[in-house]
């Protein structure tokens, strides 16, 4: 009996999670969570929405100092709760298993699952660049929905993924490190060549000519384009709901958090990775906008072949990314740029994918997922945790519903990031003699200045996006009422 019982606890002292990651390697998942396709594509929805270059510059500066402000915050509960799971665990710990039940519910059904799905979809869609044959439709359902090879491969590629991160945290860690290396490599080269060629001509002043001129622009059904102007509460309303573009793309940067039961001194490079990767990116994302500026007019004609004329405004199904690179490098751009977000998207996916299983993972762990998914396979990876999450993926990559899914998890993601940040003014009073290695930057000015911005934010999305903000309070809510069955049943 005994000689089992230590069978029993060396085969669990064997089978757990592996402190293998490094500080280069945790910045290199928050800064490859956060770039995937949103920075070559929203900048033409936030200038349709605010026309302004100056506003425009403004929004992607509050949205990195936003991203660096609550990552900062974060690092304070990282530093005290340094296990698998992250941001469900300091939920968890600030307010108990219904809220952090309600977390991981959101994060399964559309934030994780939902962002990987889009990526996919994405990195499929510039793959047919390159392969046409993508494009052909295997089947259609009424005029709205129809199944093409590009989602097979989005598919295909979700699964890949998984597969290599069932193989292994290094496995998942190399291949995370050579993604994201590759595309800020090609980020900055975007960057310098874009300003090296733009500021040979005056697009970038002519953009900057009435900076601070807001309006409102709306492509009509009939072709006509109408422009209102903005002012006031109106133009501080559509930059509340604009900025959900660049939020979005700026969003990831927590999925860190999830894998802290395999990073090195995790006290210490949590803190450090978040910090040094929302950097990293909002200084990126910053420049990019700018070669933007200058490489292409805000204002455009749409639907005009010549991405000039088109602008930032109407560049084609809003790539514009593609159409700097087609002011550089001419007809070729569009083979460049494309190759550019597959090797993005790709490289995001891997962050993504090695994040989730965990957080399901210290789900499972608390009985608040399938039992399943709590076991590490002899990898000493949570497998069937990462499987379960390829196969919702792949379900949404199928429904086609991911770009809805998508709107509702920003809305929802932003909520938990103030339910979160919020957990530290909860746990500063609750547990004032916890062990704090770092303690959250300019408590509690900072943290409370995110909330009450990010609170204007929701406020803004629920008057001037009532669908779909709505949206994301009702998956919440649903998740409320599995939570009761669950428990129940589990009783």
């Known amino acids: ?53 100056g506003w425009l510059i403004v929004l992607w500066m509050v949205t990195g100092l936003l991203t660096m402000s609550a990552a900062l915050s974060y690092g304070e509960l990282a530093g005290m709760m340094p296990t698998a799971g992250g941001q469900f665990v300091y939920i968890q710990r600030a307010y108990g298993k219904l809220a952090s039940f309600l977390y991981g519910w959101t ?55 998984t597969y290599i991160n069932t193989k292994g945290v290094k496995s998942g860690k190399t291949l995370q490190l050579i993604f994201t290396s590759a595309k800020l490599i090609a980020l900055f080269a975007l960057i310098i060549l874009g300003l090296f ?63 802290a039961g395999e990073i090195k001194e995790p006290k210490k490079n949590i803190p450090r990775s978040l910090f040094l990767g929302t950097t990293i990116v909002t200084i990126i994302y910053i420049l990019a906008n700018i070669a933007y500026l200058a490489l292409l007019p805000m204002k455009g004609i749409p639907n005009s072949t010549d991405v000039t004329q088109s602008g ?33 998207t790709f490289g995001c996916n891997t962050g993504l994918v090695l994040a989730g299983g965990r957080l399901f993972y210290a789900m499972s762990k608390e009985g608040l997922f399938f039992k399943s998914a709590g076991e590490l396979n002899k990898h000493d990876v949570p497998a069937k945790a990462l499987w379960v999450q390829c196969i919702w993926a792949c379900v949404l990559c199928v429904s086609g519903k991911y770009g809805d899914l998508l709107t509702y998890a920003t809305f929802a993601s932003l909520l938990f990031y103030m339910l979160t940040i919020y957990g530290i003014f909860i746990l500063r009073k609750k547990e004032p003699n916890a062990e704090r290695p770092y303690k959250a930057l300019g408590y509690p000015v900072i943290p409370a200045l995110y909330i009450f911005i990010t609170g204007l934010i929701c406020l803004a999305l629920l008057i001037y996006d009532t669908k779909n903000s709505g949206s994301g309070l009702i998956i919440v809510a649903i998740g409320l009422i599995v939570y009761y069955l669950f428990m129940n049943k589990k009783d």
């Open 1 to 53: 009996m005994q000689e089992n019982t230590n069978s029993v606890d060396k085969n669990t002292a064997e089978h757990q999670l592996k402190r293998s990651l490094g500080l280069i390697d945790a910045t290199s998942i928050v800064a490859g969570s956060m770039i995937g396709s949103g920075i070559f594509i929203v900048t033409a929805a936030m200038t349709r929405d605010i026309g302004s270059a």
């Open 197 to 259: 060629v733009g500021l040979k001509s005056n697009v970038l002043a002519e953009n900057f000519t009435n900076m601070w001129d807001a309006s409102k622009t709306v492509l009509n059904e009939n072709g006509t384009v109408s422009v209102t102007k903005l002012s006031g509460i109106a133009l501080l309303g559509v930059m509340g709901a604009t900025i959900i573009n660049s939020l979005f793309s700026s969003d990831a940067w927590n999925n860190v958090t999830f894998i």
């Open 107 to 161: 994060v399964f059904t559309v934030i994780q699952t939902g962002v990987i799905a889009a990526v996919a979809v994405a990195f499929a869609n510039y793959t047919a660049v390159f392969f046409p044959v993508l494009e052909n439709k295997l089947f259609q359902i009424g005029e709205n929905y129809a199944f093409t090879n590009k989602q097979i491969l989005a598919m295909v590629s979700i699964v890949l993924l």
């Open 312 to 344: 930032i405004m109407f560049a084609a199904q809003d790539r514009v990314g593609a159409a700097a690179a087609n002011v550089i490098f001419g007809n070729i751009g569009v083979f460049v740029m494309a190759g550019l977000i597959m090797v993005s």
